[in-house]
């Protein structure tokens, strides 16, 4: 495919958007991926990114995109973006299988001239070092000679529909100065604002930077909760009151723990590496202990509550509504909702959900029972607990159920409504 511009590598919520913005601006692309229902649902027009509707994927095939399973298709573009998925082990570490595995395929398929870059999360060396190094070694050319490498991290918020990709800043970076320009000006076609960062490491740093600082600050306000109630005062109207100065101050908001594709993660990257280098990130270390503690302060509330109604966990019938990671979207990955429900069953409760996204959940290998309809849900349950709030959500409706409320968000307010 010797026309094709840009080929992205990895068509997940990260690699699709970027794929459609760049048909949008006239670019001739090409997406691989190695899953096959991926690539068939695609070229089907189907999209199984929540953020981009199938009308955008119609448009896209339109302008001449594919998706493909093979890797030759590769070879020829003028631009490979990697976009693969850089999560957590089973034992909670960085795994970075899914992007060495990208740069050995990328590398033997790579020609001189290329702009390679890399938009997935990872701890700081990672582009100059393990990434140049599979790419040279694959391809027998070198970076910053025979063909130029980038990192750009990716910015995209599920859901948010502000922000998207275009109008995002794009912290832009490079192996070399002349990559660094090769860069600038493919990432000039797709977003209206670059910021031009000193190297590649300082991205990727700047990267870890922004996720960690949102995870340290939702560990604060948990833990500020965990004191206003031991003092007996409203951290809601506490954060109401905060929340309304006009500089120096962030709002955050607690809740029965953190989920999503960056903050629970991004934090391990940073530590991992630091950890490596001989340096402890102390505030990291703290911040981890509160979030991890959320769930279990979710059931022990639940418990409380429920001791109130004259029932005990054990035998209770126990709703958890959304159980995604974030409002009005579909994602559950390292969604709180997984060890809150794995919790509730083991203390004896029975647990269904509620999410109008969700179609299936399953908490430590177990099937949860889903509920379709709010009301009948409500009036069979002893307990509800409002884990994500959801649009679909009303509180008035919440506030009324006839069941006791535990609500982790803070939305709703009622003679049975217990605030996390």
């Known amino acids: 495919m010797s026309d094709t511009v840009l080929a992205v590598v990895g068509l997940g919520y990260v690699g699709l958007p970027l794929a459609a913005r760049a048909c949008e601006a006239g670019l001739a692309v090409v997406g691989f991926d190695v899953a096959p229902q991926v690539v068939e649902g695609l070229n089907a027009g189907r999209s199984h990114v929540g953020d981009i509707p199938d009308a955008t994927v119609a448009a896209m095939r339109a302008n001449g995109f594919a998706a493909v399973d093979d890797a030759a298709a590769l070879a020829g573009c003028d631009t490979v973006v990697i976009c693969v998925p850089t999560g957590l082990d089973a034992a909670g570490l960085p795994d970075l299988s899914a992007l060495r595995a990208a740069g050995h395929t990328v590398g ?109 600050n939702i560990a604060l306000v948990n833990e500020v909760a965990r004191y206003c109630e031991r003092a007996g005062i409203d951290v809601w109207d506490v954060l109401h009151c905060a929340g309304t100065k006009p500089f120096g101050y962030t709002a955050f908001q607690p809740g029965p723990g953190v989920g999503g594709h960056c903050v629970p993660v991004d934090p391990r990257y940073l530590d991992t590496h630091a950890t490596e280098q001989g340096f402890t990130f102390e505030l990291l270390a703290a ?85 379709t309809e709010l009301s009948a849900a409500l009036g069979r349950a002893d307990l509800a607990i409002l884990l994500q709030d959801h649009s679909c959500y009303p509180a008035r409706q919440l506030a009324q159920a006839p069941c006791a409320l535990l609500d982790t968000r803070g939305k709703t307010a009622g003679a049975r409504v217990t605030l996390l």
């Not at 769930?295 to 159980?323: D, F, I, K, N, Q």
């Not at 579909?330 to 004896?348: K, Q, T």
């Open 287 to 371: 911040a981890r202990r509160v979030i991890s503690a959320m769930p279990t302060r979710v059931v022990e509330r639940a418990a409380v509550v429920l001791r109130r109604e004259g029932r005990e966990l054990a035998g209770s019938r126990v709703l958890l509504l959304g159980v995604s990671y974030k409002p009005d979207v579909a994602d559950v990955r390292e969604s709180p909702a997984f060890p809150v429900a794995a919790l509730l069953r083991s203390a004896g409760a029975e647990v269904a959900y509620h999410d109008p996204l969700v179609v299936e959940f399953t908490a430590d290998g177990v099937p949860v029972r889903r509920e």
């Open 108 to 216: 033997r398929h790579l020609g001189a001239g290329t702009l390679v870059v890399l938009e997935s999360t990872s701890h700081p060396g990672t582009t100059d070092t393990l990434l140049r190094e599979i790419l040279e070694k694959e391809s027998g050319l070198r970076a910053g000679e025979d063909f130029h490498l980038a990192y750009s991290p990716e910015r995209i918020d599920p859901g948010n529909t502000q922000f998207g990709l275009r109008n995002t800043p794009k912290i832009v970076s490079g192996y070399t100065p002349l990559c660094l320009k090769h860069a600038t000006a493919f990432y000039h076609r797709l977003v209206d604002r670059l910021v031009l960062s000193a190297g590649t490491r300082e991205a990727e740093m700047a990267k870890l930077l922004e996720n960690t600082h949102r995870y340290v």
